[in-house]
């Protein structure tokens, strides 16, 4: 079994920043890709950004291009969401997933989720 825990949010400001973690285990994390997703109250779970196994491709929804960052340590299997310029729409709880396969992982396919932690923005 693969396990996630996320960890690093909490409560900013508008324009402010937070860096959020997922450390995983079980298995080999070198060989997933690795994405965050986000759950504000009352809407479904959206794709925010992904990075492959070796960090070399990412992608991210038009909405944080440019303010958020994602990136990964294989040596402390760990991914990282760095998210500057933070805004209220961004407001929401934030969930890490791996998936085998970076070109699908935005489909939500895979079972392998974090608990989630929860960022809140003030404006």
């Known amino acids: 079994q693969v396990r996630l825990v996320e960890s690093g949010g909490g409560l900013a400001q508008a324009g402010g920043s937070l860096r959020l973690s997922c450390e995983v285990s079980g298995r080999t994390f070198s060989s997933y890709a690795m994405a965050w997703f986000r759950q504000a109250p009352g809407k479904e779970r959206e794709f925010v950004a992904a990075?492959?196994?070796?960090?070399?491709?990412?992608n991210y929804i038009d909405s944080v291009k440019g303010r958020f960052t994602i990136s990964r340590d294989n040596a402390k299997n760990t991914v990282y969401l760095q998210m500057n310029s933070l805004k209220f729409e961004d407001t929401a709880v934030y969930y890490c997933?791996?998936?085998?396969?970076?070109?699908?992982?935005?489909?939500?396919?895979?079972?392998?989720w974090g608990q989630g932690t929860q960022v809140t923005v003030s404006s």
């Open positions: 990075i492959n196994y070796n960090g070399v491709n990412t």
């Open positions: 997933n791996a998936d085998s396969a970076y070109a699908l992982i935005a489909r939500m396919r895979s079972d392998y």
